[in-house]
């Protein structure tokens, strides 16, 4: 039972095409975030949802729009794809934000710019 | 803003202890995470520390000291299988939500 999913695990694709990652989770938790790992392993939060609600919105291109069509689902699209977003990006959860201290990521979507 | 430092490489023996130290700089301080990552997979969670002390998880523990913006990690009885990357992480209160802020990550290398 995958606790918290993301698709697709590997994403090649050229420059200034428009792509889409997708997250869901089975963990009943009202909180998910997209966090982004550089290639020198530097994990950094992007955004975060709870209860649908974007709660934060950290300094990222407007290229990049998540959307949370529910409290399960946390999808992040983004437009007009730059070889720097090549990265890992990793999907995850928490229950709360109020008690985030155990946040629980997915395997990662790993994406590469050409 | 915030900033997190820990050592970048640690290299050890199995069956050896290790410590892997972390220190911080940040606003609204609400407590000092630890994450394993192995290459290629998610970053998973192992320990929390809210309060200044040691918590204890079979061959893991973890201390805080919150006046010296310090904590540390420490593996005891090494095995191959711990050689990962870890992580330390505030979370910190801001906004309408909490936000976990990861440091740079020490990679543990655990040879025979």
């Not at chain 1, 609600?53 to 730059?82: G, M």
């Amino acid at each position: 039972d995958t606790a918290v999913s993301q698709t697709p695990k590997y994403l090649v694709t050229q420059m200034g095409n428009d792509k889409s990652i997708k997250c869901e989770q089975n963990l009943g938790h009202d909180t998910m975030y997209w966090y982004k790992q550089d290639s020198k392993k530097f994990l950094k939060i992007m955004f975060s949802y709870n209860n649908k609600e974007l709660i934060i919105n950290e300094t990222v291109p407007n290229r990049f729009s998540p959307k949370s069509p529910d409290k399960a689902h946390l999808n992040l699209h983004i437009n007009s794809l730059e070889l720097g977003d090549s990265a890992v990006y990793f999907c995850a959860s928490s229950r709360g934000t109020q008690s985030g201290n155990t946040i629980y990521f997915g395997e990662g979507s790993w994406l590469t710019v050409v | 803003g915030q900033s997190l430092e820990q050592p970048s490489e640690v290299t050890a023996v199995e069956g050896a202890i290790v410590q892997i130290n972390c220190t911080y700089q940040t606003s609204g301080f609400y407590g000092l995470s630890w994450y394993q990552q192995h290459d290629g997979g998610a970053p998973t969670f192992l320990s929390y520390n809210a309060l200044d002390g040691l918590e204890e998880t079979g061959r893991f523990s973890s201390f805080l000291s919150r006046s010296d913006s310090y904590g540390y990690l420490l593996l005891q009885e090494l095995q191959m299988k711990d050689s990962a990357s870890y992580f330390c992480a505030v979370r910190e209160l801001t906004g309408g939500g909490n936000k976990l802020t990861f440091g740079t990550g020490t990679q543990l290398k655990v040879e025979l």
